[in-house]
T-cell receptor
Framework: GQNIDQPTEMTATEGAIVQINCTYQ??????LFWYQQHAGEAPTFLSY??LDGLEEKGRFSSFLSRSKGYSYLLLKELQMKDSASYLC??????????WGAGTKLIIKP | DVKVTQSSRYLVKRTGEKVFLECVQD?????MFWYRQDPGLGLRLIYF???????EKGDIPEGYSVSREKKERFSLILESASTNQTSMYLC?????????????FGEGSRLTVL
């Protein structure tokens, strides 16, 4: 079966760095997405990786290793507003999105 | 600002009632999707549509139907609501380009079936 694994919850301190991991087992691969979802709000797009390596976008970076079925989202200089759930999703060979359950990130002052 | 709008943020219905969830997007997107989101589970695809009057079953279509009469509007219908359909329902849209497939989501409709 197809599977996306990510930690259920993580806690970090304001100003620090946090890495949220995502591992996947899917039938084929056509890209990996990270979305951010604040409580009670719509998920919003953060990043897309289709080739191996690191994609940097301001304080957020996303890394992909296709051979390992692994990605991480790196958040630097954490702010209180980064408290949210982070959803990992993979597009399989049929271009269908498979979603992880999300990682709830709690930022403490 | 691009927008996906869902008609109701919160609904409470009784078992057996018919429920309509409406979704409208203003981005002229070809693709529209209905997901449900439950604690501890990833988003699960109910139905999707790549064109007007076209619909495809997702992973969990049982108990649901959809309607896409106009490009901008995609409706989810629960013919006879049941308690196990209590959930957060998310509508999303995307352009037909397959390179990124970024989804734009509505704010969600939280349905409680009593």
């Amino acid at each position: 079966g197809q599977n996306i694994d990510q930690p259920t919850e993580m806690t970090a301190t304001e100003g620090a760095i946090v890495q949220i991991n995502c591992t996947y087992q899917t039938s084929g691969f056509n890209g990996l997405f990270w979305y951010q979802q604040h409580a009670g709000e719509a998920p919003t797009f953060l990043s897309y990786n289709v080739l191996d390596g690191l994609e940097e976008k301001g304080r957020f970076s996303s890394f992909l290793s296709r051979s390992k079925g692994y990605s991480y989202l790196l958040l630097k200089e954490l702010q209180m507003k980064d408290s949210a759930s982070y959803l990992c999703a993979v597009t399989d060979s049929n271009y269908q999105l498979i979603w992880g359950a999300g990682t709830k990130l709690i930022i403490k002052p | 600002d691009v927008k996906v709008t869902q008609s109701s943020r919160y609904l409470v219905k009784r078992t057996g009632e018919k429920v309509f969830l409406e979704c409208v997007q203003d981005m002229d997107h070809e693709n529209m999707f209905w997901y449900r989101q439950d604690p501890g589970l990833g988003l699960r695809l109910i139905y999707f549509s790549y064109d007007v009057k076209m619909k495809e079953k997702g992973d969990i279509p049982e108990g649901y139907s959809v309607s896409r009469e106009k490009k901008e509007r995609f409706s989810l219908i629960l013919e006879s609501a049941s308690t196990n359909q209590t959930s957060m329902y998310l509508c999303a849209s995307s352009s037909s380009a397959r390179d990124t497939g970024e989804l734009f989501f509505g704010e969600g409709s939280r349905l409680t079936v009593l």
